[in-house]
């Protein structure tokens, strides 16, 4: 049986750990077994990124705001100095999933459109809210 094997074609990936800093969240991953991953700049997302890993265990992408600069964790880090804020999910084909989940009776509304990820070797990813569960990112697999 396949990952994909499932009404939408998605396959959970990561979770995103806005924070302000990661110092503290690098602390505790590490503490749990974590590898930290290497920290970049993601210019087309305006953030830094750091995909942490552990054998498992799922996984975390840590998402730190870059200073000067206006970029999706803006209104997040104005309440919250650290909050989980969206799931990733892997699909082997983003038009047949967005049509699975409305074929479903799930309101999915664009957040922004696909980009391609230097955290994840240039795949595309794009972000949605689903009404009713929340924000997720989704990467495509090719």
Do not use: W
């Amino acid at each position: 049986m396949s990952a994909f094997d499932n009404q939408f074609g998605l396959k959970f990936h990561h979770m995103g750990l806005a924070l302000k800093k990661e110092d503290e969240a690098l602390k505790f991953l590490s503490g749990l077994g974590y590898d930290e991953g290497t920290r970049i700049y993601d210019p087309e997302q305006k953030v830094n990124l750091r995909i942490c890993t552990a054998t498992g265990k799922p996984s975390v992408e840590l998402v730190t705001k870059v200073a000067g600069e206006e970029g999706p964790l803006e209104n997040i880090l104005k309440k919250y100095s650290d909050l989980i804020y969206h799931t990733c999910y892997e699909t082997e084909d983003l038009e047949l999933t967005l049509q699975a989940l409305d074929k479903a009776g799930l309101r999915v509304l664009p957040v922004s459109s696909r980009k391609p990820a230097i955290l994840f070797g240039g795949r595309h990813v794009s972000f949605y809210t689903v009404m009713g569960f929340g924000l997720i990112e989704i990467l495509e697999q090719k």
